[in-house]
């Protein structure tokens, strides 16, 4: 009896310290430049992972054996095996760091979901499980499909139509339900719609900013967040809101637009406060749950005395009681993991949440193409939206909203929907190694791109282009952009790739008089930009 | 042929920069058209580290008391492998213990019966007092590391933390008998420290009996005995209020308070509210200080009528009305309503103690013990330390001062009126004892379903010089704070001072 015990206690150290180092490396995996280093820390975060997983279900055993919990830890192992190795070997060029992190997030969930319930847990995993399978074509899609980026309209009306859809239902069936039941699944369709929201928002504001198209743009926006006001769901609403002013502001590139959504948004807020009872509630309650702690508080309070009795390290798996907080595994999973696991964990996983939403948004940065651009960034900001909004709520933080933490937490159509938004992701990421691959057969747009490099690093500091036999003799040939684009005088240069509302600044730049060094040294700039390219290609393997 | 790169760029970008047509779409992403971006990655950097920072916020400063909290539950489950600790005075004698049989049954044992009930509390049937309070320390234990493997390894319990009160079980034993059979509450403490030495609330209950009366202690709603009444209970403070409104007074009139002068003719009547002092008494020419002594009603309704609302609020809330008290202990608010608007009717109920203020002992105990200090309220507490089985200490709590609430100038002259009081005023029957007391007595009429009656409060401290002791009694249905509890003081005093 007592030799268990000293084993668990030792297993939930081990989960600790393994649950540091992956999410060190998970940091500091950004800045290895060298790919042999990177494939090494991916390779190492892998099996801490499965260590995690497998201690993790050990001791969830040793505290209550059962046959079922030994068949669905088997399944769950073939599922991430399944998972890591197929989409390395389908998309070699994935984003390693991205694969990692969402299954470290859906080991932390499967534990997790499974201390509660292994009922729920198994039907979590199923839904995960799909997903995944929908997950590995959605990348071909992305990289396939072009007119993904000129259905605008469609996904405005499919986005608000199902928005629209929620609430008729709940009028019916008389209730405040956020979901529909399709085909015996509720569904919530606020967690797919906010992907569709995110194209919808970037098809209206990648193509033009003027006046007329913000106000539109703006309009639909508020009308999403409307409907999600009216249907009570205002975790949601948070987070279509913060996502549209954020890529309101990066399309724009105007403060002062994001200054008024913001001033809007206290008005709002404040309307909504003195409007709306259930608003009130929330905000009473943030500011002191203990005044009615037997009601309305009840769930914020019980969330506190769990983070309260976890500590730094934890009770322990099975050994806290975060049961007695009120839907704990969809809305409070970061206090029941607080109370298990400790702060210290707790603090690791928001790294690793953080580590995810960088991770988007150095995709976006990567990508030409403004629809991507800002659709990536948008699901960067929806999913970082919501880790905020769930654990700051759950810290008392901020006034709750009831948003799950995604992955993590138990809930089919998060679960579902988060996978396709890293899916998605995915895919762009693949893109963005295709633009640039493009744009390499095109000699034009090699050179411009070449300039672009020296404009970009060039004056680095002790950076050296060093030159190499070797580069000449693999023939990187030397190009004369000067000349070529001097040819087609002022006009702008259109290419012939898909985001190629381009505007060719080489020539013009190179009227400025670089004709004469160019041919030499642009060679050897190919050369080693080929290779830095390489080499930043690969960092997702 | 090389050139400088660095050189060869500044043109570039200047070129560029010329060419730059912002309203053109561009296609390439150089740094800085990746800003915008930045900026909102950073913007989330923030929130997340925001995140992490309030996690460790919880951790470092919230963590013990949510622990501490009286709803807390958590640490229910320790109680399958620790034995619940003791409550002790700090010169041991034991208020609760767990007795553990031969067979491993524990109950819990109060040696002093309903001395302690509401204080010290109950620890089935629910929780309350520091049985609640400190419901975390005294089931958790910081006995050695061997200790507590050597208990883990035989299966045996591990002695949980005793919590060491600063309660006086000799002034809580006289308290508790002076009270008598009286509905009400005593609350004793040091002025300069918080310390809270005795505290009794009747009507009371057995904690020893609790499972057996639980039933009855629970249906009978009338008299609320599980109510502890030095803390939860409110009440209408009576004439101790005019130490507040004669304080609001002082702040009024900073310079010519002295020349304050009223004849009492035994009434004050002003839209169509009729005051009196108490057993139709008239006191003629008075100062304040008199007027204080003599607790005469007219003098400072007519004071009432005369203080701004607001400023008489906002002396009232600098005592706390309205607020929290800033002590663990689970207690009432204390009401203060008067507002800009209010008739003078409630002006002059408000400035004699009665109208619809209302205070908890506890609360008038902190008063009082701030003019006793000189005008520093300390912050009220009886847990001294926390201890383990060896005699260890975990946690020690130490006097905090929370807030200087008038000046000592302020409580210097009400100390003198409070001196008057106890020489030769209301509560005259505590001068001549060798010991010196300021104090203030209250007659506080209420009206319930119907039925009128007068509460019997007082309020003081000892000695005036240097204040070690502050009380506050308020006897229910005791009459004239004079007749009953006064007396009641006194009897506290006695053993304080003498044994």
């Known amino acids: 009896m007592n030799l268990p015990d000293t084993a668990v206690r030792v297993f939930h150290f081990a989960i600790l310290a393994l649950m540091v180092i992956y999410t060190i490396q998970s940091v500091t995996v950004f800045g290895q430049r060298r790919a042999k280093d990177r494939d090494r820390t991916f390779a190492l975060q892998n099996i801490e992972m499965f260590i995690i997983h497998f201690l993790g279900f050990l001791i969830l055993f040793l505290k209550s054996p059962q046959t079922d919990l030994i068949i669905f830890y088997a399944s769950t192992v073939l599922y991430l095996l399944f998972t890591l190795l197929l989409f390395r070997n389908l998309y070699p060029r994935a984003s390693r760091s991205l694969i990692n992190n969402m299954c470290m997030l859906l080991v932390i969930g499967f534990i997790m979901v499974t201390r509660f319930s292994i009922d729920q847990s198994i039907k979590q995993f199923e839904i995960a499980a799909a997903g995944t399978v929908l997950a590995l074509l959605i990348p071909l899609i992305v990289r396939k499909l072009l007119v993904l980026t000129r259905m605008t309209w469609g996904y405005v009306f499919v986005g608000i139509g199902l928005l629209g859809l929620v609430v008729i239902a709940a009028r019916v069936t008389n209730g405040a339900k956020l979901s529909l039941t399709v085909a015996g699944f509720s569904l919530q369709p606020s967690e797919f719609v906010k992907i569709i929201f995110v194209f919808a928002v970037a098809g209206l504001l990648s193509t033009q900013h003027s006046f007329r198209r913000v106000v539109i743009a703006t309009v639909l926006a508020a009308l999403h967040i409307l409907i999600l006001v009216v249907s009570t769901d205002l975790g949601s609403a948070l987070i279509f809101f913060v996502t549209y002013l954020v890529m309101l502001f990066v399309a724009t590139r105007n403060p002062f637009l994001t200054l008024i959504g913001l001033f809007a948004f206290c008005i709002a807020a404040v309307a909504a406060y003195f409007l709306f009872s259930h608003v009130r509630v929330r905000v009473q309650i943030w500011m002191d749950p203990f005044r009615d702690y037997s009601g309305t508080g009840y769930q914020i309070c019980q969330s506190l005395f769990a983070i309260a009795a976890g500590g730094w390290i934890g009770t322990g798996l099975c050994q806290g009681s975060p049961g007695a907080i009120p839907y704990v595994s969809q809305d409070f999973m970061f206090s029941a993991i607080l109370e298990e696991l400790g702060a210290v964990f707790g603090i690791c996983l928001i790294i690793i949440c953080l580590a995810v939403f960088m991770m988007f948004i150095n995709i976006a940065m990567k990508l030409g193409n403004r629809f991507y651009r800002l659709a990536a960034l948008g699901l960067g900001t929806t999913y970082a939206t919501q880790v905020f909004l769930t654990i700051g709520g759950g810290t008392k933080l901020i006034p709750m909203t009831g948003v799950t933490l995604p992955l993590v937490s138990y809930g089919g159509s998060s679960v579902l929907s988060t996978i396709i938004m890293f899916a998605i992701v995915q895919g762009l990421y693949m893109l963005r190694g295709d633009e640039v691959r493009r744009e390499l057969q095109d000699p034009e747009r090699e050179a411009r791109l070449m300039a672009q490099r020296m404009q970009r690093y060039g004056d680095a500091p002790g950076r050296v282009v060093r030159p190499s036999q070797e580069a000449a003799g693999r023939g990187a040939k030397p190009l004369r952009p000067s000349r070529e684009a001097a040819g087609r005088g002022e006009k702008p240069v259109r290419s012939s790739e898909t985001s190629g509302r381009g505007y060719d600044r080489t020539s013009q730049r190179s009227r400025a008089g670089r004709a004469d060094a160019g041919s030499v040294r642009t060679g050897q700039e190919t050369r080693v930009w080929r290779q830095d390219h390489e080499n930043r290609s690969r960092q997702g393997r | ?499």
């Open chain 2, 1 to 499: 042929m090389r050139t400088d790169p660095g050189r060869d760029d500044k043109k570039d970008i200047e070129v560029r920069r010329i060419d730059l047509n912002p309203k053109k779409e561009e296609v390439l992403t150089g740094r800085k058209h990746n800003m915008e971006l930045s900026i909102a990655a950073w913007i989330f950097v923030l929130l997340f580290a925001l995140l992490i920072g309030r996690v460790v916020f919880i951790n470092v400063f919230e963590s013990e008391s949510l622990r501490n909290n009286i709803n807390n539950t958590k640490a229910d489950s320790n109680s399958e492998n620790v034995i619940r600790g003791d409550i002790r005075t700090l010169d041991g004698t034991v208020l609760a213990t767990t007795l553990v049989d031969e067979n491993g049954n524990q109950t819990r044992s109060y040696p002093f019966d309903n001395v302690f009930a509401h204080v010290v509390g109950y620890a089935s049937n629910g929780k309350a007092g520091l049985e609640a309070e400190e419901n975390y320390d005294l089931l958790s234990s910081h006995s050695s590391l061997i200790k507590q493997i050597r208990a883990e390894e035989t299966g045996e319990k591990v002695q949980g933390d005793h919590v060491i009160v600063t309660l006086d079980e000799k002034l809580q034993q006289t308290a508790y008998y002076a009270l008598g059979s009286y509905s009400g509450a005593v609350v004793v403490m040091e002025p300069d420290s918080g310390r809270i030495l005795a505290m009794v609330s009747k009507p009371d209950f057995n904690p020893n009996a609790i499972g057996m009366e639980w039933e009855n202690l629970v249906a009978d709603s009338s008299s609320s005995v599980l109510l502890n009444r030095a803390t939860q209970g409110l009440y209408p403070p009576g004439s101790t209020f005019k130490m507040i409104t004669s304080l609001a007074y002082l702040r009024a009139h900073p310079t010519d308070y002295s020349s304050f002068m009223w004849n009492c003719e035994g009434a004050l009547s002003e839209d169509d509210v009729r005051i009196t002092c108490y057993g139709d008494q008239v006191h003629g020419m008075e100062d304040l200080a008199s007027a204080f002594s003599n607790s005469c009603n007219t003098a400072f309704a007519h004071i009432g009528l005369e203080l701004d609302n607001s400023e008489f609020k906002k002396t009232a809330e600098d005592f706390l009305f309205n607020h929290s008290l800033p002590t663990a202990m689970q207690h009432s608010q204390s009401v203060f309503k008067l507002t800009k608007d209010s008739s003078a009717g409630e002006q002059m109920t408000t400035a004699i103690g009665q109208g619809d203020t209302l205070v908890t002992p506890l609360h008038m105990a902190l008063v009082t013990s701030a003019i006793a200090n000189g005008g520093i309220m300390m912050r009220p507490y009886y847990v001294d330390h926390i201890e383990t089985n060896d005699g260890t200490v975990v946690k020690q709590y130490d006097p905090e001062i929370y807030k200087k609430v008038l000046t000592p100038d302020e409580a210097g002259i009400l100390t003198e009126y409070m001196k008057k009081t106890a020489e030769s005023g209301t509560a005259a029957a505590l001068s001549g004892n060798g010991y010196t007391v300021a104090g203030k007595t209250g007659s506080a009429e209420y009206e319930k379903d119907g039925v009128t009656g007068t509460h019997s409060w007082f309020c003081g401290f000892a000695q005036t010089t240097e204040p070690h002791i502050a009380i506050a009694v308020i006897a229910e249905d005791g009459g004239t704070g004079s007749s009953t509890a006064v007396p009641i003081a006194k009897q506290i005093l006695d053993t304080f001072f003498y044994g």
